[in-house]
């Protein structure tokens, strides 16, 4: 009987859902408004983070691959959003927005952390070997990694448990703290809202850090005039078109005779 031959796993490419450069950074500066590339020609549209976390979840809807980084800023900045919407108390109970936050950052730890996932997200947060410098020697440090000095770490994450955490949390240096926050709040008892708006703000600083500084390094400039176009070109249609766009058939179709 013929050995039988498996067909080899090739991994899929990275996702990439946005369609420029350009687009990805006017995400990047919607996100991080006070780090924004400001561009003179285009009107200020003020506050763009909820239009930003509309963007990522459509591009988690084309692929379910795009970059957890992306969507962990999604998370954070939407419960950001959230708390800070005027006469938010009236709508949302500090109790609720406790959850909302509680739930954007288990996600964005989870995402990071977890054994499973763990190396293909250390080199998400790495930038390119052309970058870097020579593949040739990051290849070899992978394999002292694995080896060499770090063997008795590996051993640790395959344990699992909250230690693998840890483990994995060290690798691509994410700080001790955000572990412990996702373990107290998972354990034990959600912290008061002055905690987890404290972490948030410090997790997107270190998402700034870690993925949007080293892989959104366009300029939004091209982004921003054609999104400035569409609309011009929008405004610019006569109401009586705009209305046709916008009626259903049940609209479009004539009355019956009484």
Request: glycine content about 6%; some cysteine.
């Amino acid at each position: 009987m013929a050995d039988e031959v498996f067909p080899i796993y090739v991994p899929p490419p990275p996702s990439r859902p946005w369609q420029t450069s350009s687009e990805l950074a006017m995400i990047r500066d919607w996100f991080y408004p006070k780090r924004a590339i400001s561009d003179p020609y285009t009107a200020s549209e003020g506050d763009m983070r909820q239009r930003a976390a509309d963007q990522v979840r459509l591009y988690v809807f084309k692929d379910s691959r795009t970059p957890h980084a992306i969507v962990a800023t999604a998370y954070l900045a939407e419960a950001l959003v959230h708390d800070q919407q005027p006469y938010r108390t009236e709508c949302i109970s500090n109790v609720a927005m406790m959850s909302i936050y509680a739930m954007a950052f288990i996600k964005f730890v989870n995402g990071f952390v977890d054994r499973d996932v763990v190396r293909s997200v250390k080199a998400s947060l790495s930038l390119s070997a052309a970058q870097e410098g020579d593949s040739g020697d990051e290849s070899s440090s992978d394999d002292e990694e694995v080896n060499g000095e770090h063997a008795t770490e590996r051993m640790t994450v395959k344990g699992g448990g909250e230690g693998s955490m840890y483990a994995h949390a060290a690798k691509i240096d994410m700080p001790q703290e955000f572990v412990d926050l996702r373990h107290q709040i998972v354990h034990g008892r959600i912290p008061d809202l002055g905690v987890l708006r404290r972490e948030t703000e410090n997790a997107l600083d270190w998402l700034w850090e870690k993925w949007w500084k080293a892989h959104a390094t366009g300029d939004p400039t091209d982004a921003l005039r054609a999104r400035e176009q569409k609309k011009r070109e929008r405004e610019a249609e006569p109401p009586e078109d705009r209305q046709r766009k916008g009626e259903s058939l049940e609209q479009d179709a004539e009355p019956e005779p009484a």
